[in-house]
Every structure is written in C-alpha cells, then in structure tokens.
C-alpha cells in the first residue's frame, strides 16, 4: 500500500475561506479511506490577521500536527511566514497578481486564482475554491469526490450554485494535474480503504453528551468552547435536547443546576474566563449534591489571553476551584475520539456521586478534527442512579443527604408522588434542611461529602501506557498532549532510544498506586502546555516524589512530536 504522510497549509486572512477549504479537503480525504487530523490557527478578529488551517494526510493513524509542510497554498503575503517549514519536495501555490512570494527552493505554483474564478461563472471570492481543485490536482486526487462534497454541502436548492463551485474546482484542477515532478508528491488516486468518519473535538464532546442522554445545555459564548453549545442547537428538535444561551456564565451554572436537580442531565461549558464566573455555582453543586457536567475548553490567560489558541493552564484552577471543601472528578480527554466517551461517562459519574464532573479540553481539542472508524454508541451505557418507583413507595422519611458510609446519599427527583425533597446552600441537616448545629451536624455533613473523594479515588482509571514495557525512560503527559507526545515515543524509539509513553486522562483525584512506575524508571519527563509543570506538581503533591525534569510550552501553539524530542534529548543529556 502507498504509504502517505502529506501535510497541506493553506494560509491567509480570516474571511478568506480558510477553514472551508480544509474541510472540504479533508473530507474528501477521510472519504478515500485516509487517515487526516486537522487543526488550525486563527487571531481573534473576524477578518483579516494571518491564520492558517492545516491538514495532515496519511496511511496510518494520526493524532498530531507535523513540523513541515508539503503544500503550502500561500493567500496573502504574511504567508512567507510558512517558508521555513517547507522542505526541497514542498510546493507553494500562490496568485502573483496579489502579492510576490518570498524566494524559496520549494516549487512555486503562479496560480491566478481570482481570475480563474471569474472566467468560469463565479468572482474572486471563490477563488478558494481554484485553489482547493488546485491541490487535488496535484495529487492527482479523484475530482469526483470533491464535486460530490460540493453538491452535498450546498444541498439541493443552491445546485446552480454547487454547479459553479464545481466548474471552477475543475478550472483549478486541470491547470495544476502534473505540474510538478511526481516525486515531489505522493500521487492520491485510489481509495485505501472504507470511508471514514471525520469529526471535531467539540462536536465529539456534544455527541458523547447526547449519547448520554443529555437533554439540557446552558452556556453563554466562549471561544474556544462554544461549537459544543452551536452542535447542540442544530439537534435540538432531533435530539430533544433544550439549548439555552444564558445572559452569562454566573446563570448558565445556576440554570444547569436547576435543571440538574429536577431531574435532567444538564452541562454547562466555557473557558477559563468564563469557568471563573461559575465558581459559586460550582460550589453551590457541591454544597446541595447536585450532579452536573462542566466542559472547561482552556485558552492562554490570564484575563482575555490569547482567546484563539491553546494552553493547559487552568488544571489546578479547576481542580480547586470553589470556596469550601467538597469532591468533584476531573477528566482530561487524550484525543478527539476520547471526547466522545469520557464526556458520556462525566454524566454516569456525576449521577453516581451527586458531584460536579468537570471535562477539561482545550483549544487544541475543540478545534481540529480526525477521522475515526466509527463512534459506538452501544459503548455508552446511561446509569442513572436513581431510587426506583418501588423504592420510593417504601420510604416512610425520606432525606436527600442521608449520611451513608460511602458519603453517597440515595437520590429521589423533586416531584415524585412518594416523598418531599429538598435542598439548601446554607449547611444543612439530613434532609436537606438548614442547621446550625456546629457539634454534630456540621462535622458530620463535611465528612460525609468528602467521604466520595474515597469512592473517586477508586474510578480513577490508570494512565496509559504507550511503547515498550521495559523501557526506563519515560514522558509522562495529559490531556490533548497525547498525539505529540504518542508520535515523538515512536519517533524516538525508531532510533534505539527505548522510551515509553505514560499518559494521564484522568487528572483529579490521582491515584498514588497509578505512580508505582515512578520508582522502576530511570528517567522520568512532564510534558504540558504551560509554563509552571501543574500536573509535575500535583504528582509531587500526590505521592512526594518531585520530578524535575519537565517540557513546557506556552506560546498558545501545541506541541509537535520533533520540539519534544529536541527537549527530551536536551534533558536526558543534562542528567547524564
């Protein structure tokens, strides 16, 4: 089988159609049975700055952005900046009748792009569309499937239109079909396997929710977290889910709750920012034992940041975020398709302990987008949790916060026909009443909801291990950073340097006996998009051994598997 690892950048302003042309492109790869992950990186405003949409091809899984770029389609001159990721094979397409590229020993592809458009039915803004047939052209890609993608995307009533579209890709196409030496560039022209699925991390998210039977949603807009909230409203008749876009962050918590309590699976999501107008609400989950599910999509801070991009900077904030003392999970999805079950089983969590579950993504996550087989939703069980129509005809006095051994007090929804329920933000006595008894109650109370963190301690599941089982030198990631980190073990263990991957989704609370490796390796690194090695400390804090050797990043961009690499050899070196 031809054996393809081919990444195309299309580069320009926002509003010039970018992250239609990468779509459409890596659709119509995942359509041919490729592997394609996709990611991009836009500035906060609605047009103009320079951003790009990325899209990795290959034979074999991926789950990360690569250093070099094969094709770089070049739509305006800040492009340039492009230049010094591409290699001898690379080629470039740009429109010299709008900016002069930049010398470089790439092949330059002189595409007059606007103009190409023009003359086939269409005007210059489509000349994204000449630009995309120009890609598949020199691929020697089969333009059918693209005309397909077209017509699907623009449906039924705007075929004149999908027509044009097509015309024009066409146009685009035929002028750049061997262009270029075909060693330059693998040749695409068979499928390689069974189409595949292409999804994004938070339509993941939104799809694990309704797989869970989600059925309510509160968020006020928050990049990067808001395409979760946007999926969900375009299933709401479908999936009879209710989206409600909240006046702020401080009422999407509180209307969650409400719901929460009544009896719906109900989620809130935002980012950093937004999280901290949430942290009473949060409190007030954990004060009342309400489950609900909290999609934190973090993006660099502090205060506005860097609101585009990516960063792991809000794990300890999360974690302990909210005044007082009580449980909550925290989960940090590894990959796109994780998303989908870890999000599914925040619900069965939440329920099982009456706790906030928070789901920590990122922008990273939310943003880009690979192929999968398939989602399973047979996967996915719906665990309620709940006391029975029989249980509930034999309680004589019922109290929502019974204190129980396990901290876990049997839950009945408010409205049922066989007991009153009730709960109370000040402390309150075992039905849920309020108390000032600070010799018995009070005590009692505080011990019986940190008493889950027991229960928690046990569904943390173990990292992942990932490379060989005796190796004595190991990274040690979480999160979004498992792709990067995934490809660099591979990478370096295809250079003798036996090294394994351990891999952390669940990040709160950490199991001591998930550290036992700790004490069989040699060498030990944390790799983490943020400047002070937060997970590093919380594994100190956990089971006193400090690990000094850390890789941080934290320009807002995530991690490549070859500046990993890099990093790990410098600090392998440095310890001798």
Same mark, same amino acid.
């Given at each position: 089988?031809?054996?393809?690892?081919?990444?195309?950048?299309?580069?320009?302003?926002?509003?010039?159609?970018?992250?239609?042309?990468?779509?459409?492109?890596?659709?119509?790869?995942?359509?041919?049975?490729?592997?394609?992950?996709?990611?991009?990186?836009?500035?906060?405003?609605?047009?103009?700055?320079?951003?790009?949409?990325?899209?990795?091809?290959?034979?074999?899984?991926?789950?990360?952005?690569?250093?070099?770029?094969?094709?770089?389609?070049?739509?305006?001159?800040?492009?340039?900046?492009?230049?010094?990721?591409?290699?001898?094979?690379?080629?470039?397409?740009?429109?010299?009748?709008?900016?002069?590229?930049?010398?470089?020993?790439?092949?330059?592809?002189?595409?007059?792009?606007?103009?190409?458009?023009?003359?086939?039915?269409?005007?210059?803004?489509?000349?994204?569309?000449?630009?995309?047939?120009?890609?598949?052209?020199?691929?020697?890609?089969?333009?059918?499937?693209?005309?397909?993608?077209?017509?699907?995307?623009?449906?039924?009533?705007?075929?004149?239109?999908?027509?044009?579209?097509?015309?024009?890709?066409?146009?685009?196409?035929?002028?750049?079909?061997?262009?270029?030496?075909?060693?330059?560039?693998?040749?695409?022209?068979?499928?390689?396997?069974?189409?595949?699925?292409?999804?994004?991390?938070?339509?993941?998210?939104?799809?694990?929710?309704?797989?869970?039977?989600?059925?309510?949603?509160?968020?006020?807009?928050?990049?990067?977290?808001?395409?979760?909230?946007?999926?969900?409203?375009?299933?709401?008749?479908?999936?009879?889910?209710?989206? #409600?876009?909240?006046?702020?962050?401080?009422?999407?918590?509180?209307?969650?709750?409400?719901?929460?309590?009544?009896?719906?699976?109900?989620?809130?999501?935002?980012?950093?920012?937004?999280?901290?107008?949430?942290?009473?609400?949060?409190?007030?989950?954990?004060?009342?034992?309400?489950?609900?599910?909290?999609?934190?999509?973090?993006?660099?801070?502090?205060?506005?940041?860097?609101?585009?991009?990516?960063?792991?900077?809000?794990?300890?904030?999360?974690?302990?975020?909210?005044?007082?003392?009580?449980?909550?999970?925290?989960?940090?999805?590894?990959?796109?398709?994780?998303?989908?079950?870890?999000?599914?089983?925040?619900?069965?969590?939440?329920?099982?302990?009456?706790?906030?579950?928070?789901?920590?993504?990122?922008?990273?996550?939310?943003?880009?987008?690979?192929?999968?087989?398939?989602?399973?939703?047979?996967?996915?069980?719906?665990?309620?949790?709940?006391?029975?129509?029989? #249980?509930?005809?034999?309680?004589?006095?019922?109290?929502?916060?019974?204190?129980?051994?396990?901290?876990?007090?049997?839950?009945?929804?408010?409205?049922?026909?066989?007991?009153?329920?009730?709960?109370?933000?000040?402390?309150?006595? #075992?039905?849920?009443?309020?108390?000032?008894?600070?010799?018995?109650?009070?005590?009692?109370?505080?011990?019986?909801?940190?008493?889950?963190?027991?229960?928690?301690?046990? #569904?943390?599941?173990?990292?992942?291990?990932?490379?060989?089982?005796?190796?004595?030198?190991?990274?040690?990631?979480?999160?979004?950073?498992?792709?990067?980190?995934?490809?660099?073990?591979?990478?370096?263990?295809?250079?003798?340097?036996?090294?394994?991957?351990?891999?952390?989704?669940?990040?709160?609370?950490l199991n001591e006996k998930h550290f036992g490796f700790l004490k069989k390796v040699k060498f030990a690194a944390v790799a983490e998009n943020n400047f002070t090695a937060q997970f590093a400390r919380l594994i100190t804090r956990t089971t006193g051994i400090v690990i000094k050797n850390t890789i941080n990043k934290f320009n807002g961009l995530p991690f490549e598997a070859t500046e990993i690499i890099k990093a790990y050899k410098g600090l392998?070196?440095?310890?001798?």
């Open positions: 089988m031809l054996k393809v690892d081919l990444t195309i950048k299309i580069a320009g302003e926002a509003g010039q159609g970018l992250q239609t042309m990468g779509q459409l492109l890596s659709r119509a790869f995942a359509h041919q049975g490729f592997f394609v992950f996709s990611n991009q990186v836009i500035q906060s405003r609605i047009r103009g700055g320079h951003n790009w949409f990325q899209v990795r091809v290959c034979s074999e899984r991926v789950l990360a952005p690569a250093s070099t770029t094969d094709i770089l389609v070049a739509l305006d001159k800040e492009s340039s900046c492009h230049l010094k990721e591409l290699t001898k094979n690379s080629i470039i397409i740009f429109d010299s009748s709008l900016f002069k590229m930049a010398d470089s020993f790439a092949i330059g592809l002189d595409i007059p792009l606007g103009r190409i458009a023009s003359e086939n039915g269409g005007n210059r803004i489509m000349s994204n569309t000449v630009a995309v047939g120009a890609i598949l052209g020199l691929l020697e890609f089969d333009m059918d499937v693209l005309s397909g993608l077209i017509k699907e995307s623009f449906g039924e009533k705007d075929m004149q239109v999908a027509d044009v579209n097509i015309k024009i890709a066409r146009a685009g196409y035929d002028l750049a079909y061997r262009k270029v030496p075909c060693n330059r560039l693998p040749q695409i022209k068979e499928k390689t396997g069974q189409p595949k699925m292409f999804v994004g991390g938070s339509e993941s998210v939104a799809l694990g929710a309704l797989a869970a039977g989600c059925q309510f949603i509160s968020a006020y807009p928050m990049s990067p977290s808001t395409g979760i909230m946007t999926y969900l409203a375009s299933k709401q008749d479908k999936c009879h889910v209710v989206v #409600e876009q909240s006046e702020d962050e401080i009422a999407s918590i509180n209307i969650a709750l409400g719901a929460a309590f009544a009896g719906v699976r109900a989620m809130t999501a935002s980012a950093g920012g937004g999280f901290a107008l949430m942290v009473e609400g949060l409190s007030l989950a954990g004060m009342t034992e309400t489950p609900v599910v909290i999609v934190v999509a973090q993006r660099p801070a502090p205060a506005t940041g860097l609101p585009t991009r990516t960063a792991q900077e809000d794990l300890e904030f999360v974690i302990h975020a909210g005044h007082g003392e009580f449980p909550r999970l925290v989960v940090a999805p590894a990959t796109i398709e994780d998303a989908f079950y870890e999000t599914a089983r925040a619900f069965n969590i939440a329920e099982k302990y009456r706790i906030p579950v928070l789901i920590l993504s990122d922008q990273f996550i939310a943003d880009s987008a690979v192929t999968i087989d398939d989602l399973d939703f047979n996967k996915v069980n719906i665990e309620r949790s709940l006391m029975s129509e029989e #249980e509930l005809k034999t309680v004589k006095d019922y109290k929502s916060c019974l204190i129980t051994r396990s901290g876990v007090s049997p839950r009945a929804l408010p409205g049922n026909p066989y007991c009153f329920v009730t709960a109370d933000s000040d402390e309150h006595d #075992e039905t849920g009443r309020i108390t000032e008894d600070v010799d018995f109650m009070r005590p009692e109370m505080v011990k019986k909801r940190n008493r889950k963190n027991l229960g928690l301690l046990k #569904e943390a599941r173990p990292p992942k291990w990932y490379g060989p089982r005796d190796a004595k030198n190991v990274l040690i990631g979480w999160g979004s950073t498992f792709g990067p980190l995934r490809e660099a073990i591979d990478l370096l263990n295809a250079e003798k340097e036996k090294t394994a991957l351990v891999h952390f989704t669940d990040v709160w609370p392998r070196r440095k310890n001798g």
